[in-house]
């Protein structure tokens, strides 16, 4: 809903883990990588954002744009994504050659600088760290909402809750861009390990979270100079992977997946708070 409590409708994907095959016909497996083409038929109002750049668009005489994108690298089809709606986007910004921008809901661009500042130093830093090019031709971060996961990798097209991207600089907390600086941060370590570098079955999933979780730890703290990180890592993960952990049906780091179905059960605190510790020990020997 806008300011005036109108309602507007946005079109958006979340494909992970396998819902790429109710969008269109495919292999819907991460060991079954592709190269997509996009191309969209919208109404010439709307902005549409998928994986890849815009390439062209025709303007029809009855209202609608076919937009057609740049094809993608070869990658799984959980990482497919298109974003449809009344939407609005910041300037691009140039990270040496990757354009990165902010798509957002009409009247909210005063909240996009430091997602944006932390996107670009990301990118830097992980072409840098990984010693690999991005492996995209630019970098759309949309901020939605109203949308199910918190954040999702898509190459090219990361999408956010607003509030996981979002920050008022007049009121947002220390604490609230933390939060943002490590969503953020966590989405574009994907571009690499996750999106280049993918499982071949779900029950790995659990190795693409963990890399993601520590780069994302790694690249915050010159940020924010003057936080104990090790503390913080440990806080933010330590208390809820023990009280998990120690419970009778506490599951392994790796759980072995049969059936598609269960593949939304593996992502939980055994993954995300016990898995990113048990690599930080590994890191320290």
Known sequence: RDADGNEHVIATTQMQS??????????????????????????QDLIAVSNGREAERIVRDDGTAVITFDETMIMSSYLVAFVVGPLEATDWVDVDGIPVRIVHVPGKAGLTEFGLDVAAFGLRWFQDYYGIPYPSDKVDLVALPDFAAGAMENLGCITFRESLLLADPQTATQSERQVIADVVAHELAHMWFGDLVTMRWFDDVWMKEVFAALMASKIVRPSFPDVNHELRFLLANYPSAYAVDRTPGANPIRQPLGNLKDAGSLYGSIIYRKAPIVLRHLEAL
Do not use: G, I, Q, S
Request: hydrophobic fraction near 45%; include cysteine; proline fraction near 8%.
């Open 18 to 43: 396998t819902d790429c095959r109710r969008a269109f016909p495919c292999w819907d497996e991460p060991d079954f990588k592709a190269v997509f083409a996009v191309t969209l038929v919208v109404d």
